[in-house]
């Protein structure tokens, strides 16, 4: 093993030119003062047993990992956490001086710490969460609001068998609803999400009619450009509580930045600021 002088961190995707990871972490090591650096890895599929293997001898102390890896950089793990296990993906990696690599999944925890900072008066156990999308992103908000004890979880998602997949398989908290019909739903939901690519930018608007939102409830996208989506805007005319998907990305991060370099980082408006272009 290489004696390692200053920490590396990094993150693995393709493509990896939009990733956000490396303006939050280059910030964090700055605030802390912390003698590291944090750098983008392009790596294509068929390479990235390879490249992992080899980042521990580069002087890697760990790496985020994110699309199209997340689910195949389980395999290379000496160890998975509970959560990365349930959601079936990995978007953190460690690698301990013994050479063991470190496998977890803090995309839910993300999800629960940016609503804890930004909608402080929801209470996970009030009401039913109405999620639409049952990707990737779905399973880790699925299980952290499971996690959380949230009574009911209606989930709506365009091609129905995939929501049922997730039904299967997180249980008896999440109701499948139908795509068309969930806007019936949303008088009773203390909490909405949107885990759908819908409203990025270049992406489909979200569509889904809102008439029935109460201003009671919680709304947050994990869409994060733009930061405003529609479905934010409308929830906001509505009166209610608004939360960006940018504070999931930030908070994803704190675990990992303090596994690797030592100090847990705050997350806050210079936080934000950092990462916005
Ligand atoms: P991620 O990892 O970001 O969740 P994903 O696994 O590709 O990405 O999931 C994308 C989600 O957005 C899915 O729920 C998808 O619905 P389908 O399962 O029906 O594909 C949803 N989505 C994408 N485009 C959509 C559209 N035009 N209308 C409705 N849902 C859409």
Request: glycine share 8%; charged share 20%.
């Amino acid at each position: 093993m290489t004696k390692r002088t200053i920490p590396l961190a990094g993150v693995i995707g393709h493509p990896i030119a939009h990733s956000k990871s490396p303006r939050l972490h280059k910030h964090w090591l700055r605030r802390y003062g912390i003698p590291g650096d944090y750098v983008p890895l392009d790596v294509a599929e068929a390479n990235l047993e390879e490249v992992v293997r080899a980042l521990p001898k580069a002087g890697f102390v760990g790496a985020n990992v994110t699309i199209p890896h997340k689910v195949n950089a389980l395999s290379l793990a000496d160890q998975v956490s509970d959560r990365a296990t349930l959601i079936g993906a990995v978007n953190t990696l460690t690698f301990l001086e013994d050479g063991r690599i470190l496998a977890d999944n803090t995309d839910g925890y993300g999800f629960m710490s940016n609503l804890r900072q930004n909608a402080p008066s929801w209470d996970p156990k009030s009401g039913p969460a109405l999620v639409f999308g049952a990707g990737g992103a779905a399973r880790a908000v699925i299980s952290a609001l499971s996690d959380a004890q949230v009574p009911e979880i209606l989930l709506a998602n365009r091609t129905r068998p995939k929501a049922e997949a997730l039904r299967d398989e997180f249980g008896a908290r999440v109701t499948v609803i139908d795509w068309v019909r969930a806007s019936e739903c949303l008088g009773e939901a203390a909490l909405v999400v949107n885990t759908t690519s819908l409203g990025m930018e270049g992406a489909s608007e979200f569509r889904v009619p809102l008439d029935g939102l109460q201003k009671d409830s919680v709304v947050t996208d994990l869409v994060y450009a733009p930061l405003r989506t529609t479905l934010l805007q409308c929830a906001e005319e509505v009166g209610c509580v608004t939360v960006d998907g940018l504070g999931m990305l930030l908070h994803q991060g704190v675990p990992a930045f303090e596994r690797w370099f030592g100090q847990r980082p705050e997350v806050d408006e210079a936080t934000r600021a950092a990462v916005l272009p």
